[in-house]
């Protein structure tokens, strides 16, 4: 089975940013979509962003949109997403997911893949 690999997770201040990345194991994975979600301890799973993976074309929930951006290196099979003047409020684990089946959209079940996840914390 393919495994997901996100990186770049840490511990910022407010207003910094950071790059989160997700590879696949094998660069012969084939998709339709990749999305990020985010969680924060006792909190549920919070969509921020999605792209299709063959035009990249991007969806973002409304909160994110404006400060953070996601994109694709079709090649490496990798997703990044982009994260600026972060807040304390964007603390959470930060998945990447793939959808096998479909585009994938803002709900986590349209997402068939999950990577492990990466810490990110922003003090103030």
């Known amino acids: 089975q393919v495994q997901l690999l996100e990186t770049g997770g840490g511990l910022v201040q407010t207003g910094s940013s950071l790059r989160l990345s997700c590879t696949a194991s094998d660069r012969t994975f084939s998709t339709y979509g990749m999305g990020w979600f985010r969680q924060a301890p006792g909190k549920e799973r919070e969509f921020v962003a999605q792209i299709r993976w063959d035009i990249g074309s991007t969806t973002y929930a409304d909160s994110m949109r404006g400060r953070f951006t996601i994109s694709r290196d079709y090649g490496k099979v990798t997703t990044y997403l982009q994260m600026n003047n972060l807040k304390p409020e964007d603390t959470a684990v930060y998945y990447c997911?793939?959808?096998?089946?479909?585009?994938?959209?803002?709900?986590?079940?349209?997402?068939?893949?999950w990577g492990q996840g990466t810490q990110v914390t922003v003090s103030s």
């Open positions: 997911a793939a959808a096998l089946t479909s585009f994938g959209d803002s709900n986590a079940d349209s997402y068939d893949l």
